[in-house]
């Protein structure tokens, strides 16, 4: 394992947690606007979606199909917490493990929420991307699918 790799890899998933972040703020504050009337509605999923795969396409590794993620129409305000869930400061980084071209990395979110997550990661020809299926530790121990 290389120490530039690792250095590269962490530096992916800290700027992608802080994009994540600063999205799930852009569309709580959405929700506001929509709710208070400053603006139209019409467009919600539309523009979150659209905010969602600027983050995916500069983070993930794109393989032509959709992401995991699903934005259900009739429950608009469950993806949008009055606290952010993602951000450098919410997710510290643990450890990485690093094989050829793919990596795994573990996480740890701070209270309240403290899940330890799985990360795996690719690197192309553009550097190390985030693979579209993170994992979450269950208290079995098994990991278990957990959209981005």
Not at 19 to 44: F, T
Not at 121 to 127: E, I, K, T
Request: hydrophobic share 35%; glycine share 6%; proline share 5%.
């Amino acid at each position: 394992m290389s120490e530039a790799d690792e250095a590269e890899i962490r530096a992916v998933l800290v700027s992608f947690f802080d994009a994540m972040g600063a999205w799930e703020a852009d569309c709580k504050r959405l929700h506001y606007q929509i709710k208070n009337g400053e603006v139209a509605g019409d467009d919600k999923f539309e523009r979150i979606t659209a905010g969602f795969m600027e983050v995916f396409e500069r983070f993930c590794v794109l393989t032509g199909k959709p992401p995991k993620r699903t934005f259900p129409p009739d429950n608009f305000v469950s993806y949008y917490p009055l606290k952010p869930t993602y951000g450098a400061d919410l997710e510290k980084i643990e450890t990485v493990e690093i094989a050829g071209n793919k990596a795994n990395a573990l996480t740890q979110t701070t209270p309240p929420l403290l899940q330890r997550y799985r990360y795996e990661l690719q690197r192309g020809a553009d550097g190390w991307r985030i693979k579209d299926n993170r994992k979450v530790l269950r208290t079995d121990g098994k990991f278990q699918a957990a959209d981005l």
